[in-house]
């Protein structure tokens, strides 16, 4: 049950939207507006009073939070991914392609993807030992992107290449000695 003040609480917002909407749609009319449009213009800013109340009370309410962090493939994760991956320093031109290095968010994101991929083929992108086996399957600019570019000299195009590299990892069935674990 809740306590009586919560609720007076809540409703007053409500009181206070409506007598300002029916105060001002008054002041329309009087004005030299039509009647119904000033009515209309009442009911309009009661509905928006209405749902401003609720946007301003809506931890009052006990409405559930968004979550911050989206699951992985979700619309919000790819929105994210994209965010990501845009340039650090656009070009003048807003829509034209342009190579600048990436956000650093992007380049880790790409690089837990790379891991993730790789692991199912035994390899570890943080394992010095495993670098002769990435630039073999990957090309020795994938591979450097991966392991040891420093995040602010990574561009769109370098992501692109590695992120075709690895899509392109496992295609061809003689890439590694045995096929990825799976």
Do not use: Y
Not at 29 to 51: C, E, K, Q, R, T
Not at 55 to 78: C, F, K, M, S, Y
């Amino acid at each position: 049950m809740s306590a009586p003040g919560g609720r007076r609480r809540r409703a007053m917002p409500v009181v206070a939207t409506t007598l300002l909407a029916a105060g001002t749609g008054l002041v329309l009319w009087l004005v030299g507006l039509s009647p119904g449009f000033a009515v209309a213009f009442g009911v309009v800013a009661i509905a928006a009073g209405i749902a401003w109340s609720g946007l301003v009370d809506a931890e009052a309410l006990g409405l559930p939070r968004p979550e911050r962090h989206p699951q992985a493939g979700t619309r919000a994760d790819i929105a994210q991914i994209s965010w990501s991956m845009r340039p650090l320093r656009p070009g003048v031109v807003r829509f034209l392609p342009v190579d600048g290095p990436i956000h650093e968010q992007g380049v880790r994101r790409l690089r837990r993807f790379a891991a993730r991929r790789l692991s199912a083929w035994g390899l570890d992108p943080a394992d010095p030992a495993d670098r002769p086996e990435l630039e073999r399957l990957l090309g020795a600019g994938p591979a450097w992107v991966i392991t040891s570019a420093p995040t602010n000299q990574v561009t769109m195009t370098m992501a692109e290449g590695c992120l075709a590299a690895l899509e392109t990892l496992g295609q061809n069935a003689t890439d590694r000695k045995g096929s990825p674990t799976r």
